[in-house]
């Protein structure tokens, strides 16, 4: 019998197995087993998370090899790795060392500011950043196998997460009223192909998982994200920049799960310690937000 | 008939659409009160150490071996599958070993040795199933009491039954394939309700002459 790898249901359904869990940044193979023994269901692998990025300030890149690989040889889980925008190079890298899915991100410096990855050329599957409807089926067309919604990485603040989220499930929930003949319009609208758009009319949600990233802190950040549609939560700076990680990242996971019992979500949140620091939206100018990038 | 799906984490909704599809209503399992008056109980795909530690955490693995052993059927796919088993390659501590195997996790190498393919599973007829393997494990020994349902061309044990346990290491719920919650939806009804006519029934007009 012929045996296929690399296929489209393979690519979007390992994202279909991560959904209702947690993703989580880590940066060193010690975060990664303390992520992967609170429950995460994937970890992402980079060398600064994003409140450090924003901190340091200068280009931030897809990180050493050899740092992934370690990350790689320490969990049994899916490993993620983050590329920059357009940088087709660098995914080429990523997929050499066997990394289980790319993350294109905002989060990195863009090294292209006019066109994506081909994401269709690789073996290994995609996960794209959004801020509307539009970017997310762009990102699909260029073969993004799973979404995630921007948020503004390395806050603490889940402002610009809702925003996105609710901005992506509103647009869908329009698509989905209108009539067969007004889909066409909508289109060129959202500036992304008609028959992804006509995919997602017909069936009311992305023809990918899609979840929430950047801002998440606590397990009622990760509950409201799940309550407002999200398939499941990135958390990056949120649990490493928390006074005791392994707790947080427990009840994090935790919330995922049970994100619409209340009960269950006040038992998780008790005795936390104190979150990450956190940034109002205001506080960061224009020019340094990372939800920006991308298009 | 209602089939429970546990839904802690991973692909759940598939096989509640699965189930809706053959006209079976699904209900999603995530605290032990929600085992209470389902037919039967799906293990979906997910990540395996995530969902035995969230297992563990809500008290859900003596409900379930309840379930079980009251003959429920229980049918797990990939993650589901790992859960099931007596023994897990890397000394993992098993959490509901019901099915008499040795499994060894991500078997197939990372995401990018995922396939799909053809298999012949013959207790569901002759049409082959479409099996998608996602970071697949596999099943390396198989107990006396083990059913293998199918293989790879290379021999190696793909899907299982033990009694009312059924588990494949692939994913029918992502292939538009009924035919295993099929037979599992049957094997719930015929637990439900055994319809074997059982026990002789009085005529009913001469209730009151009881046997002696």
Redesign the interface.
């Given at each position: 019998m012929t045996v296929e790898t690399s296929t489209w249901a393979t690519k979007k359904g390992l994202a279909q197995m991560l959904k209702g869990g947690v993703i989580m940044d880590v940066v060193t193979p010690e975060h990664a087993k303390i992520a992967e023994e609170a429950g995460a269901v994937a970890v992402m692998a980079l060398e600064r998370v994003p409140a450090d990025i924003r901190a340091a300030g200068g280009v931030a890149r897809m990180s050493d090899p050899a740092m992934i690989e370690e990350i790689m040889a320490a969990v049994s889980i899916p490993v993620m790795a983050k590329a920059r925008i357009g940088h087709f190079v660098e995914a080429q890298v990523l997929e050499a060392l066997g990394v289980d899915y790319i993350d294109e991100s905002e989060v990195l410096t863009p090294a292209d500011e006019e066109n994506h990855i081909d994401k269709h050329a690789f073996k290994v599957p995609f996960v794209c950043g959004c801020r509307d409807l539009g970017e997310a089926l762009r990102r699909i067309s260029e073969g993004a196998a799973m979404i995630r919604t921007k948020g503004e990485a390395g806050t603490g603040n889940i402002v610009e997460a809702v925003r996105h989220i609710r901005t992506v499930n509103r647009e869908i929930r329009r698509l989905a009223s209108m009539r067969e003949d007004e889909l066409f319009v909508a289109a060129k609208e959202l500036r992304a192909p008609v028959e992804l758009v006509q995919e997602v009319a017909a069936a009311g949600q992305l023809p990918v998982v899609n979840f929430v990233a950047g801002g998440i802190a606590t397990p009622a950040d990760a509950a409201l994200a799940m309550q407002l549609g999200a398939d499941g939560v990135f958390v990056g700076s949120g649990i490493f920049k928390s006074e005791d990680p392994a707790r947080t990242a427990n009840a994090i996971v935790q919330a995922t799960t049970h994100y619409d019992n209340p009960k269950i979500l006040a038992e998780v949140s008790k005795g936390l310690g104190a979150p990450m620091r956190g940034i109002a939206l205001e506080a960061i100018p224009e020019g340094e937000r990372l939800a920006v990038r991308g298009w | 008939m209602r089939i429970g799906v546990l839904?802690?984490?991973?692909?759940?909704?598939?096989h509640v659409a699965t189930l809706a599809a053959i006209g079976v209503e699904g209900v999603e399992v995530?605290l032990p009160g929600d085992i209470d008056g389902i037919a039967g109980l799906v293990l979906p795909?997910?990540?395996s150490?995530?969902m035995r530690?969230?297992i563990r955490?809500w008290g859900l693995a003596a409900p379930i071996l309840d379930l079980a052993r009251a003959g429920a059927p229980i049918f797990g796919t990939?993650?589901g599958m790992i859960v099931l088993s007596r023994t897990i390659t890397?000394d993992e501590e098993p959490i509901l070993p019901l099915l008499d195997v040795v499994v060894e996790?991500?078997a197939f190498?990372?995401?990018?040795?995922?396939?799909?393919?053809?298999?012949a599973v013959p207790i569901l007829g002759e049409r082959?199933v479409h099996a998608?393997?996602?970071?697949a494990p596999i099943v390396e020994e198989v107990g006396p009491e083990v059913d293998v349902l199918a293989r790879l061309?290379d021999g190696r044990i793909v899907a299982v039954r033990q009694g009312n346990v059924v588990a494949t290491a692939f994913?029918p719920e992502?292939?538009g394939e009924t035919r295993f919650h099929r037979l599992v939806a049957t094997m719930a009804a015929e637990h439900a309700d055994p319809g074997e006519g059982a026990g002789r029934r009085p005529h009913p007009l001469r209730r009151s002459r009881v046997e002696p």
């Open positions: - | 839904a802690l984490q991973g692909a759940f909704r598939e995530r795909g997910g990540e150490t995530t530690r969230l955490r990939c993650a890397g996790r991500n190498g990372r995401q990018l040795d995922s396939f799909e393919t053809d298999l082959p998608i393997f996602i970071r061309d994913h992502l292939a």
